[in-house]
């Protein structure tokens, strides 16, 4: 049976919110020497990414998906008491967290691709 309890969701909720600018303090690795700019670029980019927020524009929609998927595998599977509720409150967190997961991707992409832009030789 599973059992939905809110103190297990503070850690979730705790990591999403540590990790919601990690990828806006993405340092790309770059070949070759950084010249004297490097570092104003980095800060401009970084920034440029931070200013994306925590969460991409699909995250609702993955979040309720993710939350309709849980709650019908425990209404079909295991229907009993509050297995449903509970299985969609589980299948919204595990939505929302890949939604957080993508954006911070989505940043570190920002990263590469502004400094790119800015001419350094960007490699990872």
């Given amino acids: 049976?599973?059992?939905f309890s809110p103190f297990l969701t503070l850690p979730l909720v705790v990591a999403?919110?540590?990790c919601a600018n990690s990828g806006a303090n993405y340092t790309p690795v770059v070949d070759g020497p950084v010249g004297v700019s490097y570092q104003?670029?980095?800060?401009?980019?970084?920034?440029?990414?931070a200013s994306q927020g925590a969460l991409d524009s699909n995250a609702g929609?993955?979040?309720?998906?993710?939350?309709?998927?849980?709650?019908?595998?425990?209404a079909v599977f295991n229907n009993t008491g509050n297995n449903v509720r509970d299985a969609a409150a589980?299948?919204?967190?595990?939505?929302?967290?890949?939604?957080?997961l993508e954006q911070n991707s989505n940043k570190e992409s920002i990263v590469?691709?502004?400094?790119r832009q800015r001419g350094h030789n960007v490699v990872g």
Avoid: P
């Fill in 112 to 115: 590469r691709n502004c400094m």
């Fill in 61 to 74: 929609g993955t979040t309720a998906a993710s939350a309709g998927v849980a709650a019908v595998g425990a």
């Fill in 16 to 18: 999403i919110a540590a």
């Fill in 1 to 3: 049976m599973l059992r």
């Fill in 90 to 100: 589980v299948g919204a967190l595990v939505g929302l967290t890949a939604s957080a």
């Fill in 40 to 49: 104003s670029d980095l800060a401009a980019c970084q920034s440029l990414a």
